[in-house]
């Protein structure tokens, strides 16, 4: 169930996080449309949130998906996307909804306002770390339990990451920008390598080479990092401060490094769980808020991290059929 917060385009981007997992379900589609008719704001907020992120196909497989939910049609797999032409049957099948999303039906079926072909959906598995190709020589590479689209269209080239951290070593093409969405964050480059973190609180851009141009919605908020800096925004809209990577690099995750400086253990757990195959969680709120400063050079190695947790905080770790829980020694 999506918390019930007073901000709707907050409510939205939940929406989006949960409709985009991969493992939303036939119940989260009906009340996704329980929600998008409760208000035109709704559905507005909606339709703005995945056109920022760059998931305007996510609010077409919305729209038919929660069509079907409705009718008790069987639904496609998640990760199955359907042709144009099926959207403009879904919106003209659903009268409610192609009012609720009102100009935005309009923009769902104008070829020339979406990229041509549908976007590519990369994921992976807890503990996994992937590297993928892209077309245009450029490389992500996905930390664990992650997740990223990729489309292309010939003036620009849009990913989105939907969950996790990746690192992005980009081609450099002038034609075409290199942008990537993350938690109503977007990081646009040339020719570069970055890495972006979706946290807790935050979105996170650390510039390995080169230089990254980040903003929220609003252009005045725009910061360039360039290489060997990083920054961000946390979900309030204020910026994180310019940190210098100093020796740790833009990602070292990726040869299973992590460093916290001063950071809420909520955010180290938030990371953990994407290694540990047991859910792990922290006791209360105010446990989750400790800040701890440590450095780990096997981060995939749960056991151990748990244990200089323990060590570092007032905190225990105890292990139940239900999972991991932290709590306050």
């Known amino acids: 169930m999506i918390a019930d917060h007073a901000d709707t385009r907050a409510q939205a981007r939940d929406w989006l996080l949960r409709m985009s997992s991969g493992e939303a379900g ?15 704001e709704h559905a507005r907020a909606f339709e703005s949130v995945c056109r920022l992120w760059g998931e305007l196909d996510l609010a077409r497989e919305a729209v038919l998906r929660t069509e079907r939910a409705a009718t008790g049609e069987p639904a496609p797999p998640p990760e199955q996307r359907l042709p144009v032409q099926r959207w403009r049957w879904a919106l003209a099948a659903s009268v409610v909804l192609a009012l609720l999303f009102a100009g935005a039906a309009q923009l769902f079926t104008d070829p ?5 072909g549908e976007p590519a959906y990369y994921s992976t598995d807890r503990g996994e770390i992937r590297s993928i190709e892209l077309a245009d020589g450029s490389t992500v590479t996905l930390g664990a339990h992650s997740r990223v689209t990729v489309r292309y269209a010939p003036a620009q080239r849009r990913l989105a ?10 081609a450099s093409d ?3 920008p290199f942008t990537v969405s993350a938690g109503g964050v977007s990081a ?3 020719g570069t390598a970055f890495n972006v973190s979706l946290g807790e609180d935050a979105v996170r851009v650390a510039v390995a080479h080169g ?10 908020s725009a910061l360039e990092l360039a290489a060997g800096q990083a920054s961000g925004y ?12 100093a020796g740790t690099g833009a990602a070292p995750w990726r ?10 253990l909520r955010q180290l757990v938030a990371d953990l769980n994407r290694y540990s195959d047991t859910p792990i969680y922290i006791a209360s709120s105010q446990l989750g808020k400790q800040s701890i400063t440590a450095s780990f050079d096997h981060f995939g190695d749960v056991d151990a991290v748990l244990r200089d947790v323990e060590d570092a905080l007032p905190a225990r770790v105890v292990h139940t059929a239900s999972g991991i829980h932290i709590r306050v020694r």
């Open 211 to 220: 230089r990254v141009a980040i903003q929220r919605e609003d252009p005045h």
């Open 234 to 245: 946390r979900d309030d809209g204020s910026a994180l401060a310019l940190t210098s990577l």
């Open 174 to 176: 002038p034609r075409r």
């Open 161 to 170: 990451l939907l969950r996790g951290e990746a690192f992005f070593d980009v």
């Open 112 to 116: 020339t306002t979406t990229a041509p």
């Open 188 to 190: 646009r480059a040339l």
């Open 255 to 264: 040869e299973g490094r992590r460093d916290y400086f001063r950071e809420p």
């Open 26 to 40: 036939e119940a989260d589609y009906a009340a996704l449309r329980a929600w998008l008719e409760a208000s035109p």
